[in-house]
């Protein structure tokens, strides 16, 4: 398995608890939509419970990485005695030795978006590069009203048993912030740290251990100054089963642990149902269908258990097209 980034090393657990639960927003509505040329078209907007009303238009243009081989050049280098010495020459015949001419082009990567709070969001990736297994991002933000402007660099660097991050806010502090996951036979160890320039200190820092394989994984994270505490366990029971739960403490903030349980049912090729609960008593349930090719739609509800009677609940629904 590949090494997970340190955001990533809880990452099953994570997902079956938070990801495709559609109780969060009122509405969302998502269209993908690819351009004969490559470029990938991505319009999506959310309507919240305030009720606010959020959208954004985002193009994806991605060059892969090609080789381009000039035509071979046949030749044949050739000496004579001539005089007291040798006379060299370089004659072109056809068949007899090979020069091939290669140039290699990297894949490159560009993002734009543009948000419904008039943000201009430009993204520039690059991908093996510099070097093998670095992938290097460039991300700017332009908000016109405001004249604001931000610039990152964010670099990815993957290994067999090993990835790093390291990400840098060029005109906020500067700051940097830095993590990095070793990992042998399922077993991953991980740290995190973040350093503001200007300060000349040390901003952030946490930890985590986790052992993932197919069938199960779990994890312990140590994060916000080693402050808070979480231990996950996730089992994919069979193929159409899957459990997990997560418990978290903050020690600076209550001696309680918050405990959240979660699991996944897959109904048929074609639709999947979720639920959980966690100790305030509040369940969630989600169901999951792809309509036809392309469409999907998701319908999630949450309630209070403890408090039925009140108008706490919540309900949304998804709807996704894609072609």
Do not use: C
Not at 70 to 91: A, E, M, P, Q, T
Not at 293 to 300: E, F, K, Q, R
């Amino acid at each position: 398995m590949a090494i997970p980034s340190f955001a990533d090393i809880a990452k099953p657990s994570n997902d079956l608890l938070n990801k495709d639960f559609y109780h969060t927003a009122a509405a969302i509505l998502e269209v993908k939509s690819k351009a004969p040329n490559g470029v990938s078209f991505n319009v999506k907007g959310k309507s919240s419970h305030d009720p606010a009303t959020t959208g954004q238009i985002e193009a994806k243009y991605n060059d892969a990485p090609t080789g381009t081989f000039f035509d071979y050049l046949h030749f044949v280098i050739s000496s004579r005695l001539k005089g007291s010495g040798f006379f060299h020459s370089v004659v072109i015949q056809p068949r007899q030795s090979v020069l091939l001419m290669q140039y290699v082009r990297a894949g490159l990567t560009i993002t734009q978006a543009w948000t419904t709070l008039n943000a201009l969001d430009t993204k520039v990736e690059l991908d093996n590069t510099f070097a093998h297994g670095l992938k290097a991002e460039i991300t700017t933000q332009f908000l016109p009203s405001s004249q604001s402007k931000g610039a990152k660099l964010n670099l990815h660097f993957k290994q067999p048993n090993f990835h790093a991050r390291a990400f840098f806010d060029l005109l906020k502090g500067p700051t940097a912030n830095v993590d990095a996951v070793l990992g042998h036979d399922g077993f991953l160890v991980g740290a995190e740290a973040g350093y503001d320039v200007q300060k000349a200190a040390i901003t952030r820092y946490s930890a985590a251990i986790g052992y993932s394989v197919p069938a199960y994984a779990a994890a312990i994270t140590a994060t916000n100054n080693l402050s808070i505490f979480s231990a996950s366990y996730y089992h994919k029971v069979n193929s159409d089963v899957e459990a997990g739960a997560k418990a978290t403490w903050d020690s600076k903030s209550s001696n309680s642990v918050g405990l959240e349980v979660a699991s996944k049912y897959k109904l048929d090729g074609e639709s999947f149902a979720k639920a959980k609960i966690n100790d305030r008593g509040i369940a969630a349930l989600a169901y999951n269908v792809r309509l036809r090719p392309g469409v999907t739609l998701g319908l999630g509800a949450s309630f209070d258990t403890q408090n039925l009677n009140q108008s706490a609940h919540k309900v949304g629904a998804s709807f996704t097209f894609e072609s």
